[in-house]
Nanobody, 118 residues
Framework: QVQLVESGGGVVQPGGSLRLSCAAS????????MGWYRQAPGKQRELVAS???????NYADSVKGRFTISRDNAKKAVYLQMNSLKPEDTAVYYC????????????WGQGTQVTVSS
């Protein structure tokens, strides 16, 4: 059974930094892409950043220049370095993994809370 374990959330002051981690296990399939989404209260879940197995990245305009996504293919892990955090970054952050399969499928983590507040 596929399992995604997230860590790294917490409370930070504006301008601070956090690093989120997500490790995937329990699947014999290969990973195509990994990413981070977030959902703030009363809002829809939105893409924050994604990275393919080839290293191509995609970022939401609101986080460009502040957040950096990276991955470790051997560990089936993805990371999100978040710098210059703003109160509007407050949300539950979810890890998502897209797997090659028959058919292809996706898995979601349980979510980790990030709160940016003074």
């Amino acid at each position: 059974q596929v399992q995604l374990v997230e860590s790294g959330g917490g409370v930070v002051q504006p301008g601070g930094s956090l690093r989120l981690s997500c490790a995937a296990s329990g699947s014999r399939f290969s990973i195509y892409a990994m990413g981070w989404y977030r959902q703030a209260p009363g809002k829809q879940r939105e893409l924050v950043a994604s990275i393919t197995n080839g290293g191509s990245t995609n970022y939401a305009d609101s986080v460009k220049g502040r957040f950096t996504i990276s991955r470790d293919n051997a560990k089936k892990a993805v990371y999100l370095q978040m710098n210059s955090l703003k109160p509007e970054d407050t949300a539950v952050y979810y890890c998502k993994v897209d797997w090659y399969g028959d058919p292809d499928f996706s898995s979601w983590g349980q979510g980790t809370q990030v709160t940016v507040s003074s």
